[in-house]
Nanobody, 123 residues
Framework: QVQLVESGGGLVQAGGSLRLSCAAS????????MGWYRQAPGKERELVAG????????NYADSVKGRFTISRDNAKNMVYLQMNSLKFEDTAVYYC????????????????WGQGTQVTVSS
């Protein structure tokens, strides 16, 4: 059974920082590259960061490159997203889930998603 629980979102001023956390069940975490997706109001869900199973390789969407850092703790089945220099356009609900390719930043159209965590950046 897949379980994904995201946390750490909130309201922050532009230029501020947040750290998101995701607790993932072992069934999905231990054998998959993981990533952070986001969905802004009226827009499709997009993959913004990915990390390989061992954590040795990461990749980011151009819109967040240089500002966001993804990491994972395999001993705790956790994935993190450190978000710095936040912009108004980063406002979205953020989700973690497995990804198809970190190198090409390809996600999946998953059937299951966690509840997500809301990030709101005020301008």
């Amino acid at each position: 059974q897949v379980q994904l629980v995201e946390s750490g979102g909130g309201l922050v001023q532009a230029g501020g920082s947040l750290r998101l956390s995701c607790a993932a069940s072992g069934s999905i975490f231990s054998i998959n590259a993981m990533g952070w997706y986001r969905q802004a109001p009226g827009k499709e869900r997009e993959l913004v960061a990915g990390i390989t199973v061992g954590g040795g390789s990461t990749n980011y969407a151009d819109s967040v490159k240089g500002r966001f850092t993804i990491s994972r703790d395999n001993a705790k089945n956790m994935v993190y997203l450190q978000m710095n220099s936040l912009k108004f356009e980063d406002t979205a609900v953020y989700y973690c889930n497995s990804v198809r390719s970190v190198r090409y930043l390809w996600g999946y159209d998953h059937d299951y998603w966690g509840q997500g965590t809301q990030v709101t950046v005020s301008s």
